[in-house]
């Protein structure tokens, strides 16, 4: 008896450590400091489907990708709809099974929505012929965030080579006047080289994991808002201030154990103006990190606005670390604005900060 039970303990032995060593030959997920080895990085541990450990990945993810459909929209005819808002139409309540919905090059003016019961929907434009996705739905007409171009409830979402924007006038004190390009609530989504247009509210990340890769977000007041837990690599922020206020993120975390947080890594903040805020604390525990961003000389020298909220200055989360160009200068930064160490910074600069390894898979390969 003694001698199986070494014998089993061995053999368990043997299997952690090959386990163990397992586990450390895989890449760190962790972005690397060099932003020139980006692209090679995310190559490396963002895998196609064929090549993934399909026991990683969430079992709706296995079996939604082995099962794709292809359709096209074509603003000529030519493909199997005219609209994008036929081809959403044509997806299947409670779909199971990845659809990639093609859209020819040109400007599509539709108010689009994709609802919660219709996960695993791509759509998709080729880089050399992005289409335009647009609108201008206003504030005043459909509320803030029914007033979006695009709004997506639905799991598993992917947008590729695509610009979203939302028409609407400059608000210029405006009542009312906040019009979304895009408003992304439902989970595990990523968004590959998207351009979202818009003033203020331009891009209401509401809720859910997300990842950016290689976007331009462009707006003026609160232009990146809601409470995501978002990974942004690669993106440029661009400010519309034209020398009045601005401010970039304003995220709303209430509660201490909520994961939320937008992090910002190897992105870069250009446009105008001289008052541009990183980010407002709009709820209690607003959590926005900058890390390895270029700032031009826009930002505000305090950085960060607490919104004049009792309290919310010993509660929000806003840093950065090793960020350059003149707007990253620190001297002058509110005191709730942090620094970050590198212990600190680290749990933002991983794709497990989305748990990426359960349904992250790369853009879809471009159309001709």
Known sequence: MKLRMDALAITTLVTFLATFTAILAVPSPMVPVDKAQLEAWFSENVKPFADRNKAELDPAVVAAEGNVTIVKVMSDGTGDFKTVTEAIASVPVNNKNRVVIWIGEGVYKEKLTIEKNKPFITLCGTPKNVPTLTFDGVASKYGTVYSATLIVE???????NLIIENTSPRPNGRKEAQALAARFRGTKSAFYNCKFLGFQDTLCDDDGLHLYKDCFIQGTVDFVFGKGTSLYLNTELNVVGEGQFAVITAHSREQEADASGYSFVHCSITGNGKDTFLGRAWMPRSRVIFAYTSMIDIIHPEGWNDMKHAGFDKTVMFGEYKCSG???????????????????????????????????????NPQA
């Open 154 to 160: 639905a799991d598993y979402f992917v947008a590729a």
């Open 326 to 364: 003149p707007g990253a200068v620190s001297t002058g930064r509110v005191a709730y604005g942090k620094q970050l160490t590198e212990a600190e910074v680290k749990p933002y600069l991983s794709l497990e900060f989305v748990q990426s390894a359960k349904w992250l898979l790369p853009p879809p």
